[in-house]
């Protein structure tokens, strides 16, 4: 018979062994990570953190040097845009809330976008990441959408107001492992 501390660590490790064993190789990331930077303006020239979409949207197949990040009119994004002809061909910076995830990925891909980065819209959020899923509807969505913590994207969309810019100018997707951590230029808000 095992002493209660003993019996207690191998009942956790049993369990652990159970769900490690019972869960499928892609069940055991709970968050895909996915870089990019901000070129432009530069008093936000950081590495930013992304999590993709758990079971809709594409992935990027390609890597985007210089290309548009479009603050979405209205922010939600829940159905027509202000601005969505600046949206075609570029990727859109949406807010949480007023519909689910899936349908604001489509209203971006249906203005042409090549991608959808929804911030939380908890603007203090600076650690906590949302997953996104497919929502009752059994649609789809084929451009990536990706995740964005609240304080990262209140202070994309911040810069971009004090500046008078329309959009940002990022590079999507960084690879970090090519870069020395003391080269990492990550936001001084946001802890890694």
Known sequence: RLAAPGAAMLRRSLWLCLCLCSCPARGLRIHEYLYFQVLSPGD??????????????????????????VPADPPEACGELNNGVFIQDQIALVERGGCS????????????????????????????????????????????????LGRDGYMIRRSLEQHGLPWAIISIPVNVTSIPTYEMMQPPWTFW
């Open 101 to 148: 995830f899936l349908s604001k990925t489509r209203v971006i891909q249906e203005h042409g976008g090549r991608a959808v980065i929804i911030a939380d819209n908890a603007y203090d959020n600076d650690s906590f990441y949302i997953e996104m899923i497919q929502d009752s509807t059994r649609r789809t969505a084929d451009i990536p959408a990706l995740f964005l």
């Open 44 to 69: 936000i020239r950081y590495i930013f953190t992304a999590t993709l979409a758990k079971d809709f949207g594409g992935v990027f197949n390609t890597r985007y040097d210089q290309i548009h990040l």
